[in-house]
């Protein structure tokens, strides 16, 4: 829900104002949902919410041109996979469909070829230099006043000007 909420944030930024984007999601009012989405252009969405969007028909899958699974490995794991096939069933076979996913080995992969036709696969590597094998583990103690002022002050401290940074949210 929380990836849901901050990609219709970050997607409405970037689109301006010629495209209308809506967020549906769980523990969210249902109509006003359904009302948002069934006029914008882009719909983000958690898959048992559209899910139930649809089964309620108050919202309709067939003008949908891109699909993107946002996450996919991370749906699976939740258990999402039966809601994504009937999603995936309900659209057009003339549409560009596109995964996003730290990984595409075994399950996720077999989604994704059962879901594209023509598949392009883009992996994200860093140069052969900057390639050491080694990841630099490191635990720091903060609290919840802290813990934004360490960050900043341990990637302030590390030359090398790269960093990834994994968090629950946004915030």
Do not use: W
């Amino acid at each position: 829900r929380a990836l849901c909420v901050q990609v219709t944030e970050e997607f409405a930024l970037i689109a301006g104002e010629g495209l209308k984007v809506a967020s549906v999601s769980g523990g969210m009012p249902l109509k006003a949902q359904a009302h948002e989405a069934k006029t914008a252009h882009v719909v983000v969405a958690t898959p048992g919410r559209l899910q139930d969007l649809v089964d309620r028909k108050l919202l309709s899958l067939d003008r949908v041109q891109v699909l993107v699974l946002d996450e996919a490995d991370r749906m699976l794991d939740m258990g999402f996979k039966p809601q994504v096939d009937r999603i995936v069933r309900l659209l057009s076979d003339d549409r560009q469909t596109m995964f996003f996913s730290a990984t595409l080995d075994g399950e996720i992969g077999e989604l994704a070829r059962r879901y594209t036709h023509f598949p392009a696969r883009f992996e994200g590597e860093l140069p052969a230099d900057r390639r050491s094998g080694e990841v630099d583990h490191r635990f720091v103690s903060v609290t919840l006043d802290n813990k934004v002022s360490t960050l900043v002050d341990l990637l302030k401290e590390d030359d090398r000007g790269l960093a990834l940074v994994f968090v629950r949210t946004k915030a």
